[in-house]
């Protein structure tokens, strides 16, 4: 779920043209507690519970469980911007 709203706010900051210093930084923000919690909590717990998992197996656990829920955050916005439009 997380990964859903971030990709919808991010989505929603690049669509808005409205490129402040505040709404920059908190993206900026939001955009690298993303990735240190990915690194922590999902890359960091498959490397230890599957070693024998190659470098390619690894991307492609990312992309289904962190790639993928982004992206559709971020298409829930697109959608929603198209209807009420």
Avoid: N
């Amino acid at each position: 779920m997380l990964l859903c709203f971030s990709g919808f706010f991010t989505m929603d900051f690049l669509l808005s043209g409205a490129y402040s210093w505040p709404r920059t930084s908190r993206i900026m923000a939001l955009t690298l507690t993303l990735a240190i919690l990915i690194y922590e909590f999902i890359y960091k717990e498959q490397l230890l519970r599957h070693p024998e998992y190659s470098f390619e197996q690894r991307l492609k656990m990312l992309l289904y469980t962190c790639a993928i829920p982004y992206v559709i955050g971020a298409c829930a916005l697109i959608a929603l911007a198209r209807f009420t439009v």
